[in-house]
């Protein structure tokens, strides 16, 4: 009985954080987003498009899921060095405006090199069938095939992300540095890439649009 009180509890608990989801996002003032995220552009672009592939693009990305990294970066659930004081005084009616400005961005379509055919073939592999043979998941699954992510579980978009950002996640994943995805899932996932793997994937998605 305890056991089924205690589920109960947790699965009440669940659909009010769900709850509260819909509502910041039913509320979100874009417009509102985009004056706060004057702040954001010398890093992420004007548009959301970053200039330099150590920082992420923004343009387009689910909006919960980028509501979700500002709010974490802000309670130090994940750790950013150079998003250090950016987001300590959002509430998070702020970080669903600034979601919502970047969201309805247009996405970055980005373009590989027909260079390395052999390095996109396995990143296309790894992300539409996964590597049954290291318990590598399609990332497809998650992220859909087309890579726009999946907003309602806060699952990111991936499609035209710059290689480099998506290759140093990756690796903070794998080493621990970062665990904020649902349940570690992310942290499971990466370890058991290699250098190869990363690369591969990040450059196919680079490409994918």
Excluded at 147 to 173: C, K, M, N
Aim: aromatic share 6%.
């Amino acid at each position: 009985m305890r056991k089924l009180l205690a589920s109960l509890a947790i699965t009440m608990g669940a659909v009010g954080i769900a709850h509260a989801q819909t509502d910041y996002q039913a509320d979100a003032d874009a417009s509102a987003g985009q004056e706060m995220a004057q702040t954001c552009a010398a890093c992420h672009g004007q548009q959301g498009i970053s200039p330099s592939g150590a920082f992420p693009n923004l343009a387009g990305q689910q909006m919960s899921y980028l509501a979700k990294q500002i709010m974490d970066i802000r309670d130090g659930n994940r750790v950013v060095a150079q998003m250090a004081g950016q987001v300590d005084n959002y509430s998070d009616q702020d970080a669903w405006d600034v979601a919502a400005h970047f969201a309805r961005q247009d996405a970055n379509l980005g373009q590989t090199s027909d260079e390395d055919a052999e390095l996109l073939a396995r990143g296309e592999e790894l992300y539409r069938a996964g590597d049954m043979s290291k318990g590598i998941p399609a990332c497809a699954a998650c992220h859909t095939p087309t890579g726009a992510g999946i907003g309602s579980a806060v699952y990111p978009g991936l499609s035209g992300q710059h290689a480099e950002y998506t290759v140093s996640t990756l690796q903070d994943f794998a080493a621990g540095d970062r665990n904020n995805s649902p349940n570690n899932i992310m942290g499971d996932i990466a370890s058991k890439m290699s250098d190869n793997d990363m690369e591969a994937v990040a450059n196919y998605l680079l490409g994918l649009n």
